[in-house]
């Protein structure tokens, strides 16, 4: 079955230390995108991807950084720079770079900084 | 309307009530409007897309109306089941790039 997968599902972290979340998708889709969830607020966009070796910041990119070297894949690391790293991250994709395509979610990643 | 503004943040219904929520967004450079629900456990899924003003969209008992001119859209369930009890979310897209933006959700609770 087609879908997204991240990884890991839970990840403990040490202030000042890089982490990396994994996004892969098996559907083709051209765009991907990741959140992050707070409690209380909605998905807050960090980066979006319309295209491989593309990609543009969202409004909460600082302290992030993402890379789009293959179509079904677009990783996200949270860098020691991002000060409220904690946080529920979620990774989504589309179709093709239009509005009339929805978004598809993998099953998220929480992060924990200890 | 500079964000996506949803209202009300959360409600709670009893079994066999109707309800509706709204989701305000920028009118300028309207692209689409999509709503998600997303219930707990579970990731977001895709309810509709909305594109042109005066779209009506139906799924069941769930359906949603659009108005691109005020920047506004209102997702209505008739006779809500427990079943329905999930955060509710609206998802901006403008100027025709693919940056969706998210309202921060109606959190609905059916009580049996």
């Known amino acids: 079955d087609g879908g997204i997968t991240q990884s890991p599902k839970y990840l403990f972290r040490k202030e000042g230390q890089n982490v990396t979340l994994s996004c892969e998708q098996n559907l083709n889709h051209d765009a991907m995108y990741w959140y992050r969830q707070d409690p209380g607020q909605g998905l807050r966009l960090i980066y979006y991807s319309q295209i491989v070796n593309d990609f543009q910041k969202g409004d909460i990119a600082e302290g992030y950084s993402v890379s789009r070297e293959k179509k079904e894949s677009f990783p996200l690391t949270v860098t020691s720079a991002q000060k409220n790293p904690t946080a529920f991250y979620l990774c989504a994709s589309s179709a093709t770079a239009s509005g009339a395509n929805v978004l598809t979610f993998g099953a998220g990643s929480r992060l924990t900084v200890l | ?112």
């Open chain 2, 1 to 112: 309307i500079l964000n996506v503004e949803q209202s009300p943040q959360s409600l709670h219904v009893q079994e066999g009530d109707s309800t509706n929520f709204t989701c305000s967004f920028p009118s300028s450079n309207f692209y689409a409007l999509h709503w998600y629900r997303w219930e707990t456990a579970k990731s977001p899924e895709a309810l509709f897309v909305m594109t042109l003003n005066g779209d009506e969209k139906k799924k069941g008992r769930i359906s949603a109306t659009l108005n691109t001119k005020e920047g506004y859209s209102y997702l209505y369930i008739k006779g809500s089941q427990p079943e329905d009890s999930a955060t509710y979310l609206c998802a901006s897209l403008v100027g025709g790039y693919q940056k969706v933006t998210f309202g921060t959700g109606t959190k609905l609770q059916v009580i049996p």
